[in-house]
């Protein structure tokens, strides 16, 4: 154990016996660190920093608006579910609802009758806006059992996206079309985990909860991810320079000027 050395002035006079004060009225003694007659109390760096209480982060207002994607008209009760939160929010008559999130990473999934439940993910660093647009269904038929239809489009624009490649445990997969669209038949089980990749956009995996006895859909919105390409080096050579040697002069480091 550390101690602490501090003298301490005696109260009796000279020439006590042993254990008494010496003739100087001084002794020394040593005592905890914690607690001591020198009414000292030291506490060493890291416990004050681990007495310090946690910063808790603000949460920042989130505001989305759901509208349809062929009218731009805003969609009055979509039901919005957030990874994480356990409350769910409705939108409006203008298509909005605000809710506060701290700043993280979120999965959303939006409801709306008539439309293709979407799933889609953002990023939360400070207030901001956030515009979801929404499919209809249009005439698809909702009653085929044992089938997922799987939509996919730009998350923000709503742009549909041809040629991702959606994939489902047990090798079954396929390629979206003009309309964005991909087909499964026989999907079994309560839940389809759907993965889809596309060039240019970020991976996604959904578990996707499928209703029994008709078709499920669900429309995934793809977040644009950027790809860094190998960069391409073009040239072109004269034929009338070629025949003179001056490529050949300047690739040996040959002196010249070329006009």
Not at 157 to 172: D, K, M, V, W, Y
Request: one cysteine or more.
């Amino acid at each position: 154990m550390s101690s602490l050395h501090c003298r301490q002035r005696g109260r009796g006079g000279p020439g006590r016996g042993a254990g008494g004060l010496s003739r100087t009225g001084w002794r020394t003694v040593l005592l905890p660190l914690v607690a001591s007659p020198c009414l000292a109390t030291f506490v060493s760096g890291p416990v004050l920093w681990a007495q310090e209480p946690d910063r808790e982060v603000e949460a920042v207002p989130v505001t989305v608006q759901v509208s349809d994607a062929e009218s731009s008209v805003p969609l009055l009760g979509a039901l919005i579910e957030l990874t994480g939160q356990s409350r769910r929010y409705v939108t409006g008559m203008d298509g909005k609802v605000t809710f506060e999130l701290q700043p993280g990473h979120y999965t959303f999934t939006v409801h709306k009758g008539g439309y293709a439940t979407l799933r889609g993910d953002f990023g939360v660093v400070g207030a901001s806006d956030l515009a979801v647009v929404m499919h209809g269904l249009g005439d698809v038929d909702a009653s085929i059992p044992e089938r997922l239809l799987v939509r996919v489009a730009e998350f923000g624009t709503g742009r549909l996206i041809e040629g991702a490649a959606i994939s489902l445990p047990g090798g079954q997969g396929g390629l979206t079309d003009g309309s964005g669209w991909v087909e499964f038949r026989d999907v079994d089980g309560a839940v389809a985990e759907v993965t889809v990749q596309m060039l240019g956009y970020r991976k996604r995996t959904e578990p996707v909860t499928l209703h029994e006895g008709r078709t499920t859909v669900v429309e995934v919105a793809m977040s644009i991810d950027a790809v860094v390409l190998a960069p391409i080096e073009v040239e072109a050579r004269s034929g009338f320079l070629e025949a003179q040697g001056v490529y050949w002069r300047m690739d040996h480091g040959r002196t010249m000027h070329v006009f």
